[in-house]
């Protein structure tokens, strides 16, 4: 029983340590905020801006971290809505990237009819 737990207890640290790493692929540099974790149980839509303005869109049940413009995101974001309305989205801004484009990001995601969309920001350790 023993050598079980232990390996157990492995296998927990071996994902702990690897699960960040999967949330999103394309590197960027969030702003730090007070705010607490956000807890959810489903897989999230990430929507991301990089400091450029690319926009990428990852979702693993119908696209992989790709890059599209405004007017192309558009049409995928309504055939997720269409398959699930009540899907969060996540939207994750550089800190360097124009407010406007990742405003107009998650317009176009309460357009095509997601409206459980969030901006994610890294913490600074100063929680609520």
Do not use: C, H
């Amino acid at each position: 029983m023993t050598p079980f737990v232990d390996v157990m207890l492995v296998l927990l640290i071996v994902f702990m340590v690897a699960a960040p790493l999967l949330t999103a692929g394309i590197p960027v540099n969030l702003p730090k905020g007070a705010a607490q974790a956000l807890e959810t149980q489903e897989d999230p839509l990430w929507l991301t801006v990089t400091s450029d303005g690319r926009i990428s869109l990852k979702d693993k049940a119908v696209f992989d971290d790709d890059e599209y413009t405004l007017e192309e995101l558009q049409p995928r974001l309504i055939a997720v809505a269409e398959k699930t309305p009540d899907r969060k989205v996540l939207v994750r801004g550089d800190r360097k990237a124009q407010y406007a484009v990742i405003i107009d990001v998650l317009s176009e995601a309460r357009r095509a009819g997601l409206t459980e969309a969030k901006l994610v920001i890294e913490s600074d350790g100063r929680n609520r």
